[in-house]
């Protein structure tokens, strides 16, 4: 079974670009995660899908950084416009339906955005 | 608000050395669940052990090893007669209830170096 996977590995852009990250899930996870890591700092959690609805939001920085799901499949992570302070690993995760015991969360291996 | 803390920010051990990481996690909720990941050179997070609050039996896999202690909140982490193999940067990480929130608090990380 394929893991999550995320795409592309690594993006450079300047800043006031464009990008967009993009995150297949394991093969039937409802839920789908975003996370990042900025320069020494820790993991922070960034938003919850569960199929194609947004569950949970709370750590998107600012309106700047959009997420989709369209059809519960894929995730797509858009930064419009990039500033310097985006630059990180952004990690996704997915977990199965359901909560309690069996919701662990699997990654995949993060894209680095680097902003100049 | 959840905090989870790893003191230790980086290790140097020597191969076959045993090696304890610490973790100690804050929390109001009396559900929730810790978890260890392993983020090697090559990037991704790779899922090791997920803990219930409400069991606090110790876990052994193979060379590892997991003391869940609810008096001290900590959850630490042990490897036995460490290898090269094992060099990586380990996570904690918590989630709390069983609702809709899924986000994990992460610690900082610490770093092992295994040394033939």
């Known amino acids: 079974e394929a893991g999550v996977t995320q795409f592309p590995s690594h993006s450079v852009i300047e800043k006031g670009q464009t990008v967009t990250l993009r995150c297949d899930p394991i093969s039937g996870h409802d839920n789908l995660y975003w996370y990042r890591r900025v320069m020494g700092k820790e993991i922070k959690f960034l938003l919850h899908?569960?199929?194609?609805?947004?569950?949970?939001e709370s750590g998107m920085p600012n309106n700047r950084f959009l997420a989709e799901r369209t059809g519960g499949t894929y995730s797509t992570l858009k930064v419009q416009p990039a500033e310097l302070e985006d630059s990180g690993v952004y990690f996704c995760?997915?977990?199965?339906f359901g909560g309690g015991s069996t919701d662990t969360q699997y990654f995949g291996p993060g894209t680095r955005l680097t902003v100049l | 608000a959840q905090k989870v803390t790893q003191a230790q920010t980086e290790i140097s051990v020597v191969e076959k050395e045993d090696v304890t990481l610490d973790c100690v996690y804050e929390t109001r909720d009396t559900t929730y669940y810790l978890f260890w990941y392993k983020q090697p050179p090559s990037g991704e997070l790779v899922f090791l052990i997920r803990?219930?609050?409400?069991?606090?039996q110790n876990e052994i896999s193979g060379r590892y090893s997991w003391n869940f202690q609810k008096s001290t909140s900590s959850f630490n982490f042990t490897i036995t007669a460490s290898q090269v193999v094992d060099s990586a940067v380990y996570f904690c990480?918590?989630?709390?209830?069983?609702?809709?929130?899924?986000?994990?608090?992460f610690g900082s990380g610490t770093r092992l170096q295994v040394q033939p």
């Open positions: 990480a918590l989630r709390v209830g069983d609702t809709g929130r899924r986000a994990l608090t």
């Open positions: 899908f569960v199929k194609e609805s947004k569950q949970d």
């Open positions: 803990r219930n609050s409400f069991d606090e």
């Open positions: 995760a997915s977990s199965p």
